[in-house]
């Protein structure tokens, strides 16, 4: 999930698993996989990282729960 905001200021969180891809127009357009557009004010440099620290922040509570397999 990704917070962003529109041209106009208003603000919404994205699922950013629906992400296609991100252009600059000069603004920055993201497509998502159903064909909607949004223009946003963040630049794509932003927006991967926080995709970034959503992911790892999902992905923590995971590996602390699995046990480290030794051979």
Do not use: K, W
């Not at 998502?32 to 927006?47: A, Q």
């Amino acid at each position: 999930m990704v917070n962003l905001t529109r041209l106009n200021h208003s603000h919404f969180i994205l699922n950013s698993d629906l992400i296609e891809h991100i252009q600059v127009t000069p603004d920055t357009l993201i497509t998502l996989t159903n064909g909607h557009n949004y223009l946003v004010l963040e630049r794509p440099e932003e927006i991967l990282g926080q995709i970034l620290s959503f992911r790892r922040a999902c992905a923590v509570p995971l590996c602390d729960a699995v046990e480290p397999v030794c051979g």
